[in-house]
């Protein structure tokens, strides 16, 4: 499956038991060239407290607490509204024509919830790396610095993106976001996902991002969120109902279906 081109291979373990996952069978799994192929591994299983719980595998075999894309393409999946479990709490999902709405949560912004190394105000950090300084800090699910830039498009990502994902500040290292003003309410975004490396698309990162903006008084919300691979509209209101959660709205699509052989991957 599919959102805006961030693709993912999911596996739905809710009836049918699946051998253990482990980081080196994701990761095996999403190698392109002797793999199936993906930027993560989304697998489903039985969830005692919720509908059914989720988890998200990176293309490296790290697992990651939340998946928006990833989690509009389980929503796809599933075909109804649902409650299900991720290791960053519960979220709500809802099919939509076309693709889905999620409520992500609710953002968080203390300095140790990113998680940072030190105290620090993540409003504006007073961090930078050459031309990306001052960035502000989000987890909404996993952690995510945002820098505003004049033009997205010109940001050195590939280069400055492992490099600011590795920096010792992120103990449990980070996303990295470079956006900029692109009309009213509207956003454009690149994104070096934790992970993952450079995408078309980040979920995530589109919540983050919007946050950020309404945060800084640079748009209002809904925000349109335009990605390499499209569009994401983001809805968040600071004091607002459902108590600040964000709502993402965007495609997902099934690409194709397929079988393996465990024991290739093991």
């Given at each position: 499956m599919h959102g805006l081109g961030n693709d993912f291979v999911v596996l739905d373990a809710r009836t049918m038991p699946m051998p253990r996952m482990t980081p080196a069978i994701a990761r095996a799994l999403?190698?392109?060239?002797?793999?199936?192929?993906?930027?993560?591994?989304?697998?489903?299983?039985?969830?005692?407290?919720?509908?059914?719980?989720?988890?998200?595998?990176?293309?490296?075999?790290?697992?990651?607490?939340?998946?928006?894309?990833?989690?509009?393409?389980?929503?796809?999946?599933?075909?109804?509204?649902?409650?299900?479990?991720?290791?960053?709490?519960?979220?709500?999902?809802?099919?939509?024509?076309?693709?889905?709405?999620?409520?992500?949560?609710?953002?968080?912004?203390?300095?140790?919830?990113?998680?940072?190394?030190?105290?620090?105000?993540?409003?504006?950090?007073?961090?930078?790396?050459?031309?990306?300084?001052?960035?502000?800090?989000?987890?909404?699910?996993?952690?995510?610095?945002?820098?505003?830039?004049?033009?997205?498009?010109?940001?050195?990502?590939?280069?400055?993106?492992?490099?600011?994902?590795?920096?010792?500040?992120?103990?449990?290292?980070?996303?990295?976001?470079?956006?900029?003003?692109?009309?009213?309410?509207?956003l454009r975004l690149r994104v070096w996902e934790r992970g993952a490396g450079l995408t078309r698309a980040c979920g995530t990162g589109a919540c983050a991002t919007a946050v950020a903006a309404i945060r800084r008084g640079l748009v209002s919300s809904p925000v349109r969120v335009t990605l390499p691979g499209g569009d994401l509209l983001i809805a968040w209101e600071p004091r607002g109902a459902p108590s600040g959660s964000i709502l993402m709205s965007g495609p997902a699509v099934e690409s194709f279906r397929g079988t393996f052989d465990w024991d290739d991957y093991a």
């Open positions: 999403a190698d392109r060239r002797t793999g199936i192929g993906c930027d993560q591994l989304v697998l489903l299983e039985p969830s005692e407290a919720h509908d059914f719980r989720v988890r998200f595998f990176n293309s490296d075999g790290s697992e990651a607490g939340a998946c928006g894309n990833g989690s509009r393409a389980v929503a796809v999946l599933h075909g109804a509204p649902a409650t299900v479990e991720t290791a960053s709490g519960p979220i709500t999902l809802e099919p939509l024509a076309g693709g889905a709405r999620v409520d992500m949560g609710v953002p968080r912004f203390d300095w140790d919830a990113i998680p940072l190394a030190y105290p620090m105000d993540t409003f504006t950090m007073p961090v930078g790396w050459e031309n990306l300084t001052e960035p502000m800090a989000v987890n909404v699910g996993n952690p995510h610095v945002i820098f505003f830039v004049a033009d997205a498009e010109a940001a050195e990502l590939d280069r400055l993106g492992p490099l600011i994902e590795h920096d010792p500040l992120f103990p449990e290292r980070v996303n990295v976001n470079v956006a900029s003003l692109a009309g009213e309410d509207h």
